[in-house]
């Protein structure tokens, strides 16, 4: 409940108002009556309702965007807000042409550029010509776009949104935040959180004004000399000060207190948590540290388990942020009830789930582009597309690749968690009845009916590097109590440098955390809930349909992940490891003579992704300038053979 003291000044005279939220409503009420007529008048109005509600509306290609305002949307009630949450292409959840609340975008950016596929048919739609330029004059916005300085047109789905809600007549109430992925989302994104809060209050607040001076407004006529409400608020939420009180008594207390407040469902987006280790210990850990950085570390835990030998700057902190207290992330309510059930006959499925809408083309032909001796491997594949006449293609296109998670991966995590013997039973996943959770729904692309090893191979990306979220759900299944308060410190506000450093820049996988930390021990549940979908790689087409008829080339290097603190040993990209097993039995090597694979070419599964803001110019007679490093080379390939059909003399290559 907010209690909002109002100093009005009406008619020169003093009329004191409270404000109280009643079921998610800011009502005024009256205190004090005197004044003169139109003040009388004024008065018969009260009282007036000002809705608490605003909206968040995301643009979410790989789940980041989504994230962010799902967290929004469960931190909102502690501020005494309702909020309405949904997806941009969920089209009958809002209506921004009549929306009077404030309402918050968080928008990420895919491809060249290109708004998320599920934001993709709003973008269209706010770029219609007809629409006039007042058509938002009504809305007032903010907006959080994620983007990523390593390539092009950084945060441009952000941009193009904000552009045109303003062309369209809209207000900004909040500045806008571009969070870049290439030096870490959390740099921008925490802070912009943090400051979103006073905004949507102040911009409610406002709306609450404005509806006093068109009230008052209406009053001019018998009192011409009257000015307008001059309202002053200051805003104290009852839940802020629950929780400060609860914060400030968990300084100090042991680590069973403090993981119990830091998961009671009343807690804050941040709470306090005080799980430092034994002084001792840390000096221990500190010696042990500044004499070699590199020795692992192989000190038994709590449940006696040696952990696996890494180095100590991931498992392990240092003063000062071992001695400090720690604001960590609420923990998210869980949402997910999952069974497994052992069924007498299950549909053994290979490919992705949604492989009837893609083209399952064979490779016709591989050849590597780099020499024998060079570090880095590249090579061209060549994909017979004869038999799929609406696979079209145009050069600056890019192709989407549907690659499988590397099956010893998959039966490592499922030794993790103690489910190798279930690989083959069924998983039912479903809401469960008492979440708190804000428009949960059961992920869309977790098949109804299918097995707990088809699930980790084709739809969990277990790849993926854990959110701050992720890490937080961890701790309340960790045993180990050091591996707890290691946890808490990746997850915190004071160890955001600790968990770039070990854990998103050497884009470390789920699996090789739960290595690391032995005691940790989620039930499947959690990693559905946490875990995003496995995406598509997408690849661009290295020629043109003029010059190789029925065929679609695409190059690639195979990425190489190298050994860290987080992981013994180096690893390859998952796509590109994929393909290049994939295509070593019929592979062309440099300077050997030309060959196609066996009649039994390797097939994979691709969809189109068009780029209509990526061609070489129309009239053959106008220049241009192709600059593209390493592989990103491939697409002028097409662009160069799209202005000269016919292929040069020489041997084929």
């Known amino acids: 409940m907010w209690l909002v003291p109002i100093t009005c000044n009406l008619l020169k005279s003093r009329e004191s108002f409270s404000v109280t939220t009643i079921r998610g409503r800011l009502v005024t009420h009256s205190k004090s009556i005197c004044g003169r007529a139109a003040l009388k008048c004024h008065i018969k109005r009260m009282p007036c309702e000002v809705n608490s509600r605003f909206v968040v509306l995301y643009g979410s290609q790989k789940g980041q965007a989504q994230s962010i305002a799902e967290g ?35 928008l990420s950016t895919t491809g060249d550029g290109e708004p998320p596929d599920n934001a993709l048919q709003f973008v269209r739609r706010i770029k219609k010509k007809s629409l006039s330029a007042d058509h ?68 409610l607040l406002k709306m609450a004004s404005a509806h006093l001076k068109g009230t008052v407004g209406d009053s001019t006529e018998e009192s011409p000399d009257s000015s307008a409400p001059d309202v002053q608020l200051n805003l104290l939420s009852l839940t802020d000060q629950q929780n400060r009180r609860s914060a400030e008594a968990s300084v100090n207390t042991d680590s069973k207190h403090a993981s119990a407040a830091s998961s ?71 949402y997910l009830d999952v069974s497994l059930q052992d069924v007498d006959t299950i549909e053994q499925v290979d490919g992705p789930p949604n492989k009837g809408a893609l083209h399952e083309v064979p490779i016709s032909r591989a050849v590597q582009l780099s020499r024998g001796d060079s570090v880095k491997k590249a090579f061209l594949l060549e994909l017979n597309i004869s038999e799929h006449p609406t696979l079209v293609y145009q050069p600056g296109d890019s192709l989407d690749v549907f690659c499988p998670m590397d099956a010893s991966e998959v039966d490592s995590i499922l030794q993790r968690l103690g489910l190798q013997d279930q690989r083959n039973y069924q998983v039912h996943v479903s809401l469960k009845k008492d979440t708190k959770k804000k428009g949960a729904q059961v992920p869309s692309f977790v098949p109804e009916a299918a097995s707990l090893q088809y699930l980790l191979t084709w739809c969990l990306d277990i790849r993926s590097v854990p959110k701050k979220a992720f890490l937080r759900a961890l701790v309340d299944h960790t045993g180990d109590s050091g591996q707890r308060r290691r946890l808490q410190e990746l997850c915190s506000k004071q160890g955001a440098a600790d968990y770039n450093l070990y854990v998103r820049d050497p884009s470390l996988s789920v699996l090789e955390l739960l290595t690391a930390f032995p005691s940790c021990s989620p039930p499947l549940s ?80 691709v969809s189109l992704r068009p780029n209509c803001c990526f061609r070489p110019p129309s009239n053959p007679s106008v220049p241009f300038i192709m600059v593209g490093p390493g592989t990103g080379v491939a697409p002028f390939v097409g662009f160069l053979q799209q202005r000269t059909p016919s292929p040069p003399s020489g041997p084929r290559r």
């Open 136 to 203: 938002y004059k009504h809305l007032s916005y903010a907006l959080l776009a994620l983007g990523d300085t390593n390539y092009a047109n950084f945060c441009n789905c952000g941009k193009t949104v904000e552009h045109r809600l303003q062309e369209l007549g809209a207000k900004q109430f909040y500045a806008t935040g571009y969070a870049d992925d290439g030096v870490g989302l959390e740099l921008v994104v925490d802070p912009w959180l943090q400051g979103l809060w006073n905004a949507i209050k102040q911009a």
């Open 72 to 106: 929004i949307a469960e931190e909102a009630e502690e501020h005494g807000l309702v909020v309405q949450l949904s997806c941009l292409n969920q089209n009958e959840k809002y209506n921004l042409e009549k929306e009077n609340a404030p309402v918050v975008f968080i």
């Open 526 to 605: 959690l990693l559905i809930e946490h875990l995003p979908k496995l995406q598509p790689r997408p690849y661009s087409a290295a020629s043109s349909r003029l010059r190789h008829p029925g065929r679609l080339h695409v190059v690639f290097s195979v990425v190489e992940l190298p050994a860290c603190s987080g992981r013994p040993v180096g690893r390859r990209g998952l796509c590109t490891g994929w393909l290049s097993d994939l295509i070593k039995p019929g592979l062309v090597l440099p300077a050997k003579a030309d060959s196609s694979l066996s009649p039994a070419s390797p097939k994979i599964h």
């Open 264 to 334: 009671s469902p009343s807690a804050t987006q941040t709470a306090v948590s005080d799980l430092r280790p034994n002084p001792k210990l840390a000096s221990e850990f500190s010696d042990t540290a500044s004499v070699s950085k590199s020795l692992p570390k192989t000190e038994k835990t709590d449940a006696g388990v040696p952990p696996v030998a890494l180095a100590a700057s991931l498992t392990v902190s240092l003063p000062p942020l071992s001695e400090s207290s720690l604001n960590v992330p609420a923990l998210p309510p869980p």
